[in-house]
C-alpha cells in the first residue's frame, strides 16, 4: 500500500443547511428533501439512498412545502409566494406562479395527484389544477383569519383539513366552505401559552384528523362532529411534523426536542375488532427540531435543524435483514464541493454563496508511520470569492496548474484567470462568456489546463480552449436525440484524449476529444454513477456506482477489462456493498498503474489490482498487516482492497504526488458547533 | 420446636407484612397481607389488625380471594396446603392438602373450580406453574393432588407471573424471556410467542424483567425492568409486529408495577419511595406520591378502585386514596437494617425499643404487634443510595423511669474520621414525647462502647456513664443550666476516669447505684459513685469482658462478667473475690429488674442455648437448649403486669417478666407455657370492626354514637322517667346482628323474639356499667395476644361462652337459650361446607 505523507485538511468550514422539507414518493421510492437556503434534493431509495439530482437554492426561495404530484411530479412552495415546478430530467425549474395569497406556508397534493392545494399567510386555501405542462388557478377556499400552516386531503378527496393558529378546519372540497372549526387547546402543561399553533395535520380515510401543536400534543378529532376524541402530550416543546403510512395503521410525529415518535394502531384485544392508537416507540436520532417527517412503507424518515436526514426502517416491515434494515443518517451532500490543484497544492472550496481557496501547509520534518508532523508553514487563506447575486453556486472547478477557476449559477457561469507574483495573487475575470454557456452542472478542466470542459443543462458538453487569457469555444457534443437529460459528471483522460460524461440514468458516454465525436457508451447499469475517473496510460474508466459496485471499463477496447469481468464474476466482499455512502472520487497513482485510489465519506480504499480478491470469508477491513509477521504471511493475508478507516468523516481526499495525499476531513462535532443551540432538556444525573 | 415440654419457645409478631402483595377485600374495608405463618387482616381505615388467622404451619406465602365468594379468602403456604377462610369471623372454611411447597398463588374467576399455584416439586431450584383443582366437598379437610401442569422453569416470585384479562393468556418473565401462554378454556396449551433478546440494546444491558403486570381490560403488558425502565407490549399475538412503548422515570430497579382497576393508570415503585401513577400510560402524564419513607416492595389496588396500597421494605404497608393521599399506615417491627442499640424497654410504655427506621429508633407494642411510633434521632433527610456511609445511631439508653433517654450516633468514614454525637431527650409530659435536651459533639475521641444510666431510687441526680474505645469513661450528670431568660437544665461531664490507657469496653451501675463498675479489656474496675474512687479491680486474665452485670436484689453483692474466652464469672463484692466461674460461651447476658435471675445466651456450633441462673449459685435453675438455630444477638427481660404463679421451679424465672430475644435473622422470639388452646384469643376484636361500621340504619340500632347521646339526655332531662333501652345492650338484637344473614332463620321467626327484646324489662341497669366491663374483658384478652404456630380450631366455644358471660338478662332465659341454639346449629352448618 506504501505510506504517504497525508495533509490532514480540516478548515474547510462547511456547514449543510437544514432539512425543512422531505416528500416522499411511492411510485417512483423516490424522496425529495428541500433544505432552509431553498436546495432541493432527490434522493433515489432504491438505489442505495443516493442523492441522484439536485436544484440548487436561491437566497429569497425559503421552501415550505413540497410535494410530489401526477406521479413524478415535484412541486414546491415557499414565503416568496410562488409555486414551482422542478423539471427532474433537465435539472431546472419548469416554471414558478404566484399564488397571491402571500407566502405559502403549506402545500399538499389530492390524492388522485390532479389538483394541489396552498394554504397562505392571508389565511386563504387555494385550489389549483395541475394541467400537463402548467398549473392552472381554479377557485379559493373560505378565507380563515390566520394563516394556513398545514393541509391534509381526505383520501376520497371530499374533504379537506387546515390547520391554522388555535384551530383547524374541515373545508367540503365541492363547495369550499369550512364545516367544521376546531378549538385547539392553548394550555400547555397547565400554563396558558400565548397561541397554539397547528403545525401539521393529516386526514385518515375513517374521519379522523391527527393534529400535531405546538403545545405538544398530538390530538385525535373526530371530523363528522368536530369533537376532540383523544390527546397525547408526548413533548415539551413543538410538535412540527406528521406523517401516515399509506395503509394508516402507524403515523410518525417530529419533535423540537429531536425526538420522534411512532405511533401505531393497534387492536384493544386479541379477539376484537377495535383498535386504538397507542404512542411506541420514540427515537431518539436527532439534536434539533424535526421539521419535517415521512413515512415511506418500510421506513420512517425525519429531517431537520441538525441537516442530517434519518432513515430508520421498520424492523417488523423489513422482510430480510440485510443493511436496507439498518439506520441511515445523511449528512453529507453526495457530490465534490471540493476541488484541488496538483501543482500549486491548492484547494477550493465550494460553498453556497461564496469559493474560498486554500494553499496548503507544508513540512520539513520527518517522522515514523503514523506520527503526526509539525507544519513550517501554516495553510493559507488566499482569496475568499462570494458570489453575485442571490443564487447559489452549482459547481467550481480550479484547473490542475491553478491558474484558473471556473463556477457556475443558475443564471450565470464565471470564469476567474489567477496571476501569481510571488505571494500576492491577482483575479481577472474573463468576460464575455457566450451566450450559451449560462448555466453548467458539472466544470472540469483538462490535465494539462488547456482546455475546460462544461455540461450545461441543456444536455450538451462545451469544450473551450484556454490559452494565455483568452478564451475560445471549440465544440459542443449536442445530446442525442430526444434527450434532454442532464449530464452531471465528467471525467477526462490525462492525455485529453477522451472525455468521459454521465447523466443521472442513463448510460455513461465517451467522447474522443481530438477527433470531437461520440467514441462509444458504456453499457448501462441499474444504479446511478457516483463517481468514475479515467486512468492514465490505459486509459482504462473506472466507474463507481450507487450500489457499491465499481466496474473498469477499458476505452480503447471499448469493453470492460479482464479485472472487471474477474470482480463481477467472484462478487464484492459483503462488507463493501453494506458501507452506506456512495464513492465520491476515484484517483489513481502516477507510478502505480495497478493502484485505484476510491474513498466515501468512512473510508479511504486502495483497490490494488494485482492481489487477489478478497472473499466473504477473509477479513475486509485490516488497517496494518503486523510487521512482523514474515512477508509469506503478509503475501497470505493480503488481498485488493487496502481500507483505511483514520479520516471521517472524509469529503474529499486525492493524491497531490507520489507520496503525498490531502484528506479534508469535516467533524460532525464542529458542524453542531455552529448550529443553533438544541432546546435545552433536563439530563437526568447532571 | 420443643412441642413436649411446656415451655416452649415462640414467635411474637414483628414478622414481615411486605413478604407478599396485600390483598384488600372487595368492599375495601379489610386488607390482608401474609405474615409469618398468619394471615392478618387489618382495617382500611382505623389501621387496627382485626383478625389473625391461624391455622398454617408454615410461612404463608399466598393470599387471594376466593374470586366466586368476595366474602372468602385463600391462602396458601409452604406447610402444602391452601385454606379457605371466612375473613369477616376469621374462620377457616376448608383445607386442601396439595403435598408439596407452595410459593405462590392465583385466582382467576374463570377458572371456577382451580387455582393456580408456584410448586417446586422435584429440586429445590426448579419452580413450576400449576393449576390447582379443589375438589367439592363437604369435609374440612380435602385432599387436593390433582396438580395440571402449565408452565416450567419460571421465576419463584410471584411478581413474575401475570394473568392477562379474561385468561386469554398468562404472563410469565424468566430473567431475560418473557413467555405468553395462551389459555383455552379448562385444557391449556403453551406456545412462548415471543422472546426479547437481552442485548436488544448493549449499551445499557441491565433490561433484564423484575416484574410485569397484565392490563384488565387491554391486551396489554407492562413489564418492569432493572433499568427503570417500564415497557408497555402490546399487539403481542404476533411475533413480528408486537410492538412496544417505553416510560422511564425510575432511576433504579422497578419493584413493582399495578394497573389500576379500569386499566386508565399505571402504578409504580421501586428504590426511590415514590409512587408514580402513570395515566393514561403516557409518559408525560405523571403523578407522584413521594417521600414514602422505604422502598416500594409491592403494589396491590383494591377490586373496588377506591385504595391503592404499597408494602416497603421497613414492614410497613401503606393505604393510599386513589387521589394519591396516604390514609392509612399500617407499621410493623422495622428489621431491615442491623440493630445497634440492642433491645431496650421503655419503662414508661413498656414498648420495646430498638433501631428502626434509617435514624430512628422504634418504639414497638409487643401486646399489640405494631409499633408505638418513631421517634428521630439523627434529624437528618435519610438519602438511599449505594454506597453511602450513613451516620448510624449506635447506642441508647434510657434512665430515670424512662424520663431521660440517652442516644449515641456516628459516622466513620475512615479510620480517622470519626463523627461522634451524644444527645440527651428528655421526656416532656406535656407533648408525651422525647425532646431534645443536650447535644454533646465528640464525647469521647473514640467510638462508645457502652452507655448507662444511674438507674437508683434514692439518687438524687441523674447520672450518665460513658465507656468508650479511647480508655476513659466519662460520668456526665444533669445539672442547672439555667440563665435569665429561661429556667433549663443540661448535661455536662462530672468525672473522667481512666485505667492505664486500656479501652474501657462495659460500664454498670450496681443497683443502689453505690457502686460502677467498668470493665477496661480484661479488668473490672469498681468506683465509687459519690466520690469517683477506684474501690478495687478484678481480673481474671481470661480475655476481655464482654458483658458486664451486677446481681440485684439479694444478690446485689455479686458482680457477673463474661469474657470473650468463654468464662462467665462471679465477683462477691463484699470479699472481693472470685465467688465462682463457669465455661460458657456467652452472647447475651440480661438481668431481670424483677428478680435475682439472669439469663444467659450462649452460642455453640449447634445453635444458642438459654440458662437462666442465680448470681449466688453457680447451677443453673433452668437450661433450654436449642432455643434457636441461629446466633442470638439481643435479649432483653419485660416485666409482666401481672405477675403469673408458676409453681415448677423450673418455671418460676418467667413468674414477674418475659423473656424476648432477637436472633440474627431478626426474628423475635420469646418464651411461653402456655397450651396453644389457652393462647388463643376470642374473637372479642370483632368489636373494633364495629366501629368502623358505616352509618346505615344498623348501625343506629347498634351504634355507640347513642349511647353519648343517651348521656346527655339523662344529664338535661334528669326528671325525664322513662328510660330508653340501649339497644347494644339486648343479647338478642346483638346477636341477631352478630349473626351472618345466610344461617339466620326466618324473619318471622325471630320477630316476634326481637319485638319482645326491645320492651322496656323491669330491671334497671346502669347504663355505664356494661360496655366498661366489655372493655375490661376486652383489654385482658388482648394483653396475650402473643401468637402461636399452632391453632386449634375452637373458636366458637370460647367466643360463645364468652359472648354469654356478658350478658345482661333482659329476656327470659328460656328464649335465649333458643336463640342460641340456632347459632350452634348454624355453625355446624358452615363446618359442613
Same mark, same amino acid.
Given at each position: ?13 462547511? %456547514? ?53 404530484? /401526477? ?13 414551482? /415546478? ?80 388555535? &384551530? ?60 376532540? %376524541? ?21 403515523? %410518525? ?20 375488532? /377495535? ?12 439534536? =434539533? ?64 454563496? =461564496? ?51 471556473? &463556477? ?102 465517451? &467522447? ?29 474508466? %473506472? ?95 493480503? =488481498? ?17 504526488? /507520489? ?28 | ?358 435514624? +430512628? ?82 464525647? +469521647? ?389
Amino acid at each position: 500500500m506504501g505510506e504517504f505523507k497525508v495533509h490532514r485538511v480540516r478548515f474547510f468550514n462547511y %456547514v449543510p443547511s437544514g432539512i425543512r422539507c422531505v416528500a416522499y414518493n411511492n411510485q417512483s421510492n423516490r424522496l425529495a428533501v428541500s433544505r432552509t437556503d431553498g436546495t432541493v434534493e432527490v434522493y433515489n431509495l432504491s438505489a442505495n439512498y443516493f442523492q441522484e439530482k439536485f436544484f440548487p437554492g436561491h437566497e429569497s426561495r425559503a421552501t415550505e412545502a413540497l410535494c410530489w404530484a /401526477e406521479g413524478q411530479r415535484l412541486f414546491s412552495a415557499g414565503l416568496n409566494g410562488e409555486i414551482m /415546478e422542478y423539471d427532474l430530467q433537465a435539472l431546472n425549474i419548469k416554471y414558478a406562479v404566484d399564488a397571491f395569497g402571500g407566502p405559502i406556508w403549506s402545500m399538499a397534493a389530492s390524492p388522485s395527484g390532479s389538483q394541489l392545494l396552498v394554504g397562505c399567510e392571508d389565511g386563504s386555501v387555494k385550489l389549483f389544477q395541475i394541467t400537463p405542462d402548467k398549473i392552472q388557478f381554479e377557485r379559493n377556499f373560505d378565507r380563515q383569519k390566520s394563516r394556513i400552516l398545514s393541509l391534509s386531503w381526505h383520501p376520497s378527496g371530499t374533504h379537506i383539513a387546515a390547520g391554522s393558529i388555535d &384551530y383547524i378546519s374541515v373545508f367540503d372540497v365541492k363547495s369550499g366552505s369550512a364545516v367544521h372549526k376546531m378549538i385547539v387547546d392553548r394550555q400547555y402543561m397547565g400554563v396558558s401559552k400565548r397561541k397554539c399553533i397547528v403545525w401539521g395535520v393529516a386526514f385518515l380515510s375513517d374521519g379522523t384528523v391527527i393534529s400535531v401543536d405546538s403545545a405538544g400534543k398530538v390530538q385525535f378529532w373526530d371530523s363528522a362532529t368536530g369533537t376532540l %376524541v383523544n390527546s397525547h402530550l408526548i413533548a415539551n416543546a413543538d410538535v412540527q411534523s406528521i406523517a401516515v403510512a399509506e395503509q394508516e395503521d402507524s403515523f %410518525v410525529v417530529g419533535t423540537a426536542e429531536g425526538t420522534v415518535f411512532h405511533f401505531q394502531l393497534v387492536p384493544v384485544t386479541s379477539n376484537s375488532s /377495535e383498535k386504538q392508537w397507542v404512542r411506541t416507540k420514540p427515537f431518539q436520532h436527532h439534536t =434539533h427540531d424535526v421539521r419535517t417527517v415521512a413515512h415511506s412503507p418500510t421506513a420512517l424518515i425525519s429531517g431537520g435543524t441538525d441537516t442530517h436526514l434519518v432513515i430508520r426502517p421498520l424492523m417488523e416491515k423489513v422482510e430480510v435483514k440485510n443493511y436496507d434494515a439498518a439506520l441511515r443518517k445523511i449528512t453529507f451532500p453526495h457530490r465534490r464541493l471540493i476541488s484541488c490543484s496538483k501543482k500549486r497544492q491548492l484547494l477550493l472550496f465550494q460553498f453556497a454563496h =461564496h469559493l474560498e481557496l486554500w494553499r496548503l501547509g507544508s513540512t520539513v520534518a520527518t517522522g515514523k508511520n503514523g506520527d503526526t508532523l509539525p507544519l513550517s508553514k501554516n495553510a493559507d487563506h488566499l482569496l475568499h470569492l462570494k458570489t453575485k447575486g442571490p443564487e447559489n453556486i452549482i459547481c467550481s472547478c480550479i484547473s490542475p496548474c491553478g491558474s484558473w477557476i471556473a &463556477y457556475s449559477t443558475v443564471s450565470r457561469f464565471f470564469l476567474y484567470r489567477l496571476n501569481y507574483e510571488h505571494d500576492n495573487i491577482s483575479l481577472k475575470r474573463v468576460s464575455k462568456m457566450p451566450p450559451f454557456l449560462r448555466s453548467a452542472l458539472q466544470i472540469l478542466f483538462s490535465e494539462d489546463s488547456t482546455k475546460l470542459f462544461v455540461a450545461s443543462n441543456q444536455g450538451a458538453l462545451h469544450i473551450v480552449q484556454l490559452s494565455g487569457g483568452s478564451f475560445k469555444h471549440l465544440h459542443a457534443f449536442q445530446p442525442q436525440s430526444g434527450t434532454v437529460e442532464a449530464m452531471c459528471l465528467l471525467a477526462v483522460s490525462s492525455d485529453g484524449n477522451w472525455l468521459a460524461a454521465s447523466g443521472t440514468s442513463a448510460g455513461v458516454h465517451v &467522447y474522443n476529444v481530438k477527433q470531437l465525436k461520440l467514441h462509444c457508451t458504456v453499457p448501462a447499469y441499474n444504479f446511478p454513477v457516483t463517481a468514475m475517473a479515467i486512468a492514465p496510460n490505459t486509459n482504462n474508466l %473506472v466507474i463507481a456506482h450507487s450500489d457499491q459496485q465499481v466496474f473498469e471499463y477499458s476505452i480503447p477496447d471499448k469493453q470492460y477489462t479482464d479485472w472487471s469481468r474477474t470482480v463481477q464474476k467472484q462478487g464484492f466482499h459483503h462488507l463493501w456493498l453494506q458501507r452506506d455512502t456512495p464513492i465520491t472520487h476515484i484517483s489513481f497513482h502516477p507510478k502505480r498503474p495497478m493502484h485505484i485510489l476510491l474513498h466515501d465519506a468512512y473510508m479511504f480504499c486502495i483497490i490494488d489490482k494485482s492481489l487477489p480478491l478478497p472473499n466473504d470469508r477473509t477479513l475486509l477491513y485490516n488497517p496494518f498487516p503486523p510487521t512482523n509477521e514474515s512477508d509469506v504471511v503478509r503475501r497470505r493475508t493480503a =488481498h485488493a482492497f487496502k481500507i483505511s478507516k483514520i479520516y471521517k468523516p472524509l469529503l474529499f481526499m486525492d493524491l497531490l504526488d /507520489e507520496r503525498t495525499l490531502v484528506a479534508v476531513e469535516r467533524p460532525l462535532d464542529d458542524i453542531i458547533a455552529q448550529l443553533p443551540p438544541p432546546i435545552k432538556k433536563k439530563k437526568f444525573g447532571t | 420446636m420443643v412441642e413436649e415440654e411446656n415451655i416452649r419457645v415462640v414467635r411474637c409478631g414483628g414478622s414481615e407484612l411486605n413478604f407478599r402483595r396485600a390483598v384488600f377485600s372487595a368492599d375495601s374495608k379489610y386488607i390482608f397481607c401474609v405474615s409469618g405463618d398468619f394471615v392478618k387482616v387489618y382495617s382500611t381505615v382505623t389501621e387496627e389488625c382485626v383478625h389473625i388467622l391461624h391455622g398454617h404451619r408454615n410461612l404463608v406465602t399466598g393470599i387471594q380471594l376466593n374470586p366466586n365468594n368476595h366474602l372468602q379468602l385463600y391462602s396458601c403456604s409452604l406447610d402444602g396446603t391452601i385454606k379457605l377462610w371466612d375473613y369477616i369471623d376469621g374462620i377457616l372454611i376448608k383445607t386442601f392438602i396439595v403435598g408439596c411447597k407452595l410459593h405462590a398463588l392465583f385466582t382467576v374467576a374463570q377458572a371456577e373450580d382451580s387455582v393456580f399455584a408456584i410448586v417446586n416439586k422435584e429440586k429445590p431450584d426448579i419452580f413450576q406453574l400449576v393449576s390447582v383443582k379443589l375438589p367439592k366437598s363437604s369435609s374440612q379437610e380435602v385432599e387436593a393432588k390433582e396438580l395440571s401442569f402449565v408452565l416450567d422453569y419460571i421465576n419463584q416470585s410471584p411478581k413474575c407471573v401475570a394473568f392477562g384479562n379474561e385468561v386469554n393468556f398468562v404472563l410469565l418473565v424468566f430473567c431475560f424471556v418473557p413467555k405468553i401462554s395462551f389459555l383455552k378454556k379448562r385444557n391449556f396449551f403453551f406456545t412462548p410467542r415471543f422472546t426479547l433478546s437481552s442485548s436488544r440494546n448493549k449499551k445499557h444491558a441491565k433490561n433484564n424483567f423484575t416484574c410485569v403486570a397484565c392490563h384488565p381490560t387491554e391486551d396489554c403488558i407492562a413489564s418492569g425492568h432493572m433499568d427503570g425502565k417500564i415497557r408497555l407490549w402490546r399487539n403481542f399475538y404476533d411475533d413480528k409486529k408486537y410492538t412496544y412503548t417505553c416510560l422511564h422515570w425510575h432511576h433504579d430497579m422497578v419493584m413493582d408495577l399495578a394497573f389500576s382497576v379500569t386499566g386508565t393508570s399505571l402504578l409504580s415503585g421501586g428504590r426511590e419511595s415514590v409512587l408514580v401513577e402513570w395515566r393514561d400510560a403516557t409518559e408525560k402524564n405523571k403523578e407522584f406520591l413521594p417521600r414514602l419513607g422505604a422502598t416500594i416492595e409491592h403494589i396491590s389496588v383494591s377490586p373496588a378502585g377506591d385504595l391503592f396500597c404499597t408494602s416497603h421494605s421497613d414492614n410497613k404497608i401503606i393505604i393510599i386514596h386513589r387521589n394519591l393521599e396516604a390514609s392509612a399506615v399500617i407499621q410493623g417491627l422495622v428489621k431491615d437494617r442491623s440493630i445497634f442499640t440492642g433491645l431496650m424497654i421503655d419503662p414508661r410504655t413498656k414498648a420495646l425499643v430498638l433501631n428502626g427506621k434509617p435514624g +430512628h429508633l422504634q418504639f414497638y407494642s409487643l401486646q399489640s404487634d405494631k409499633q408505638l411510633y418513631n421517634l428521630d434521632i439523627i434529624q437528618q433527610e435519610y438519602i438511599s443510595d449505594y454506597g453511602l456511609i450513613q451516620i448510624e445511631l449506635t447506642k441508647a439508653a434510657f434512665g430515670c423511669f424512662g424520663n431521660w433517654l440517652a442516644t449515641v450516633e456516628q459516622r466513620q468514614e475512615k479510620e480517622t474520621e470519626l463523627e461522634l454525637q451524644m444527645k440527651l431527650w428528655m421526656y416532656n409530659k406535656k407533648t408525651q414525647g422525647f425532646i431534645l435536651n443536650t447535644k454533646i459533639n465528640m464525647p +469521647h475521641e473514640d467510638c462508645i462502647t457502652a452507655l448507662c444510666f444511674c438507674n437508683a431510687e434514692k439518687s438524687e441526680q441523674p447520672t450518665l456513664v460513658t465507656a468508650s474505645k479511647d480508655g476513659y469513661f466519662k460520668v456526665w450528670i444533669l445539672t442547672d443550666d439555667s440563665d435569665i431568660y429561661k429556667k433549663a437544665v443540661g448535661w455536662t461531664c462530672d468525672f473522667v476516669g481512666s485505667y492505664h490507657k486500656y479501652q474501657a469496653t462495659n460500664c454498670c451501675f450496681s443497683e443502689d447505684g453505690s457502686l460502677l463498675a467498668v470493665s477496661f479489656e480484661e479488668i473490672v474496675t469498681i468506683w465509687d459513685s459519690v466520690t469517683w474512687e477506684l474501690k478495687c479491680t478484678f481480673c481474671q486474665r481470661a480475655g476481655k469482658i464482654r458483658h458486664l452485670c451486677f446481681g440485684r436484689l439479694t444478690c446485689s453483692k455479686y458482680l457477673l462478667g463474661a469474657t470473650e474466652n468463654g468464662i462467665l464469672c462471679c465477683w462477691n463484692l463484699l470479699s472481693c473475690a472470685l465467688e465462682w466461674n463457669a465455661k460458657l460461651n456467652v452472647r447475651v447476658m440480661e438481668p431481670d429488674p424483677n428478680s435475682e435471675n439472669i439469663a444467659a445466651i450462649s452460642q455453640s456450633s449447634m445453635g444458642s442455648d438459654l440458662f437462666v441462673f442465680k448470681p449466688s449459685e453457680p447451677r443453673p435453675l433452668y437450661i433450654q437448649k436449642g432455643i434457636s438455630r441461629e446466633e442470638v444477638q439481643w435479649g432483653v427481660f419485660v416485666p409482666r403486669d401481672v405477675p403469673e404463679s408458676f409453681t415448677s421451679e423450673a418455671y418460676q424465672w418467667l413468674n414477674r417478666s418475659q423473656f424476648y430475644f432477637l436472633t440474627k435473622s431478626q426474628s423475635l422470639l420469646t418464651f411461653s407455657t402456655k397450651s396453644p388452646e389457652e393462647k388463643l384469643t376470642p374473637t372479642s376484636k370483632q368489636l373494633l370492626a364495629e366501629e368502623s361500621l358505616p352509618t346505615t340504619p344498623f348501625y343506629f340500632i347498634l351504634g355507640k354514637h347513642r349511647q353519648h347521646q343517651d348521656e346527655k339526655l339523662n344529664e338535661t332531662l334528669e326528671n325525664e322517667l322513662v328510660q330508653l333501652p340501649l339497644t347494644e345492650n339486648i343479647p338478642a338484637v346483638g346477636e341477631l346482628l352478630h349473626t351472618p344473614a345466610h344461617v339466620l332463620p326466618s324473619a318471622a321467626f325471630l320477630c316476634s323474639m326481637f319485638v319482645n327484646s326491645l320492651l322496656l324489662s323491669k330491671e334497671t341497669k346502669s347504663a355505664k356499667e356494661i360496655p366498661e366491663d366489655v372493655d375490661m374483658e376486652e383489654e385482658k384478652e388482648s394483653e396475650d395476644s402473643d401468637e402461636e404456630n399452632d391453632f386449634i380450631e375452637k373458636v366458637q366455644d370460647t367466643n360463645n361462652t364468652g359472648l354469654g358471660e356478658d350478658i345482661i338478662h333482659q329476656l327470659s332465659k328460656s328464649e335465649e337459650k333458643e336463640l342460641r341454639k340456632f347459632r350452634k346449629i348454624d355453625y355446624s352448618w358452615i363446618a359442613a361446607l
